[in-house]
């Protein structure tokens, strides 16, 4: 398995990502896909939609090898969830 290297810095990453998704992405694919993933290349544009983040980003680099990804899950702040949650 090969390991792309990142070309851009952190800050970069996470503004070019939510950028594209925000613009281009997000219309057209947040009805009717809450918590699920979407996979973008940072550099093409290029997206897919999977219900979990190795699904959404191999996927992904089938159709782009080189791609640069950045996920998102549709509805939430982030795409993972850490510690305990709610208690009921």
């Keep these: 398995m090969t390991v792309n290297q990142l070309?851009?810095?952190?800050?970069?990453?996470?503004?070019?990502?939510?950028?594209?998704?925000?613009?281009?992405?997000?219309?057209?694919?947040?009805?009717?896909?809450?918590?699920?993933?979407?996979?973008?290349?940072?550099e093409t544009g290029a997206f897919?939609?999977?219900k979990d983040t190795m699904t959404a980003s191999d996927r992904l680099l089938e159709r782009c090898p080189d791609a640069q990804i950045w996920c998102v899950r549709i509805g939430h702040r982030g795409v993972h969830r850490f510690g305990v949650g709610r208690l009921q």
């Design 48 to 50: 897919e939609l999977a």
């Design 7 to 42: 070309r851009y810095s952190k800050e970069e990453f996470a503004r070019r990502g939510n950028e594209i998704y925000q613009s281009q992405v997000r219309p057209q694919v947040e009805e009717g896909n809450y918590g699920k993933i979407v996979a973008i290349d940072i």
